[in-house]
């Protein structure tokens, strides 16, 4: 697929500039302009941080993300429910690679349609919040299995949900053995050292 | 609903490669279709018939080949077809695995061409 190649060249370029991209996904409302708002803003003390953001209409995901004052583009999909390496490609377009340290991609809301779209990135990220349903995972493996990290988000209002971690745990294991999970509330910050200490270390 | 865009890049991946056949057309595009890819067959066999409306594939099939899941088991040491793709183990010994060495494709591997004279003549 065309999607393929462009997406190997995007990860060479990326490489070769040695930024890390992280994409994240997860379905509409899982809190990822949220979780990305809170990231950039203290990321940016340190790191050259920049955002590409997803949305079928409208921009106000960047309008949100352009308080963190950080560079933040907007790519509207239109009619289409996911982010594709050529839309990042075009995207990019006058910004240097070289002057960043971190670009975070956040795809449309959608734990369909993104799985079958490379864009290049070095990890993906899969968020569900403890508000949608432990098995969320098992409704949607093929999301699962394509992404690097599982975040759990919400955590602050995990108990008043009654969100059961340990099923919520074992269906993420069940589709993608092994996977590393972190948990997080981007509200409280509860969680936040970890998901900053993970990113820093550029690995997985 | 994706596989109308997954449509359309197959649409224009063949109809380059067709393009350098001159003199004959398409009867079927084949494509392998991965269990873990993220598209539906029927939806993407509807799709195709859209998406190749006034272009060179007008009225080729799409022969569609699915491909099951498979993951490398480190405890069988071989390769197991998965059960169900809820859950990455191996069926014999249930060790799980997130090494998946089938199940992704998306990919065109042939077209099926018929010589325009042939056409005109038979």
Known sequence: ?204 | MHELSIAQSIVEGATEEFERHAGSSVVAVRLQLGQLSGVVKEALLFSYELASEETPLEGSRLEIEEVEAAIFCQTCETERTLESIQHFRCPVCLTPSADVIRGRELLIVGLELEDEYETATG
């Open chain 1, 1 to 204: 697929m065309q999607n393929d190649l462009l997406a190997a060249e995007l990860r060479l370029k990326f490489e070769k500039a040695n930024v890390f991209v992280v994409s994240l996904v997860s379905s509409p409302g899982a809190g990822k302009t949220e979780l990305l708002q809170k990231t950039l803003t203290r990321l940016k003390t340190d790191s050259r941080v920049a955002a590409l953001v997803g949305d079928l209409a409208t921009a106000n995901d960047a309008l949100r993300l352009e308080r963190a004052e950080v560079p933040v583009r907007q790519i509207t999909t239109g009619t289409i429910c996911h982010l594709e390496a050529h839309m990042v490609h075009t995207a990019l377009e006058g910004w240097s690679l070289d002057e960043l340290d971190f670009l975070f991609i956040e795809n449309v809301g959608n734990l369909v349609c993104p799985s079958s779209y490379d864009l290049g990135e070095s990890v993906r990220i899969v968020l569900m919040s403890v508000t949608e349903g432990e098995d969320k995972p098992l409704k949607y493996p093929t999301i699962f299995s394509t992404a690097d990290i599982a975040v759990i988000t919400k955590m602050d209002i995990a108990d008043a949900v009654e969100f059961n971690r340990a099923d919520a745990v074992e269906s993420i294991q069940s589709v993608r053995p092994g996977m590393r999970i972190i948990e997080l509330s981007a509200k409280t910050g509860e969680g936040m050292d970890e998901w900053l200490e993970f990113l820093k270390s550029k690995s997985l």
